[in-house]
């Protein structure tokens, strides 16, 4: 070998090792950064999850450091109450995780908008549902929150159960009606949820009359007629047996334990067990249910039929199928879409649409399952991050690292509906395993156009409760329906304090 080949041998291999240092070089001298971070996800299920996916992510990205406080959802006031100090001093956060807050005038102050970032990045968490974005925007109209999943409730049936009792799958009240006369004679359940757990049941027959107006302005005091048609209809079905007996815990402390001898037995067995077992053909069901749903069943999901409603054939023989002994005030009137009141939308309730366009989806999965899906939560980039050129990177692929489909499905620790429009086969099938119940939620979430949101949230709950309380208490004689009605408007009246003035 010549000596001019050696040379030029040993000047390649020169400057491929060079080439490699320098490259080796580029990445290590990567700044290290510390990445503050604020989540909600403080307890022991969804903690576990967040941790593990923040661990894969520092894998990838050696030069951050995370620097994690969390907190549960019950605990995260103090961060909202301090929120102007807390993001103006030296150890503000560059990445949260928390409630969707929609009536906070700093949020412009301190978060980008997802449509701010689209300008430099358009294609940045374009698999998040828009719907969803929609659904979590701030009263500003700024999408700041960016979901990743969302609680659900529905209405399921056993089809099968109908099937063989030549019931239709219900569309009308009178389906509704017919299915409790003839399930009360065998001794089922039509549904498997007890009067004092009926507040999802009170919010679907309340919104399918009066919408979001109805429920708003009951929980400002002022229970319009609508509810008034809800309780006669609610105690009418119970009177048929529509309903499972309650725990004589329950109504504990509220009335003399005489007047509950015949109202209440000491032990029952929950909703799932009754639905899984045969002994209540519709089931309320939430997320946190869904995982523990017999798989066998043909579960269906239902919009819940509005009372008064009928098929053309049974519009002459509907006076024949309500009740004509005396409920106080009236019982059914003949209440349709095209005579419901109009309603202007709250600003007060939070995510709320116009009721004009309040609708599930357009599409025919969503449109006849009736489910609520409640996007409250999500990430939120703050601008002291975005703005520095040594952090917004790694940052973006902070978030877009919960956003890949195994990662914000692996967060749905009590099946949450992820908030992305589409999921990998892989997936997609693991979730399919888990529940077919949950396998439609997703489909659903993926098709909707925009979504009904529950009003039973976290700041509301006292208000539901109270709600199912008067309801309970009502159907079972404790109280009269102007008492009832008289709890709902005004949440510390107690059941009690009705009972002690009465006598």
Known sequence: MSVRLIRLLSLVLALSMAAGCLTGCGEDKKKRFVMRTFSTLGS????????????????????????????????????????????????????????????????????MTIDQIRKDYPDFASNVSEAALNSVASSDGGRYCIPVRGEWRGIVINAAMFRRSSLRIPETWDDIVRAARHYEKSKVSLFANNLDDSAALIEYMVRSLGGTQSLSTAMKGAPDSHWSTVLDAIAFLDELGAFPEMAKGSFDGLISSSDLKHTAKKKTASPVELYNSGKAAILLIDNTMCGQINTDIDSQYIALPQIGTVTQAESTTASNTYPTHAISGPVYPEITANTLPPDEPDPTVRHSPDPAEESVSESEDTKENGLYVNFAEGFYITKKAYYDKNKREDVLDFVRYFLKGENATKLCVDYQAPSLISLTKKTQDQLTDKSNIYNGVIKSV????????????????????????????????ILTKKEALGMIADTQISVKDIYTNRR
């Open 44 to 111: 022991e299920k969804d903690a576990k999850a967040y941790s593990s996916i923040i661990s894969d992510y520092t894998k990838d990205h050696k030069n951050v450091v995370i620097n994690d406080t969390s907190t549960t959802v019950s605990g995260s006031y103090k961060m909202e109450l301090s929120i102007s100090s807390t993001y103006r001093g030296a150890g503000a956060p560059d990445v949260i995780y928390y409630s969707a807050i929609s009536d906070m005038s700093e949020l412009s102050d301190f978060f």
């Open 446 to 477: 993926q098709n909707a156009d925009s979504f009904i949101v529950t009003t039973q949230t976290q700041e509301n709950n006292f208000f539901w409760s109270h709600c199912s309380l008067a309801v309970a208490c009502m159907s079972k004689g």
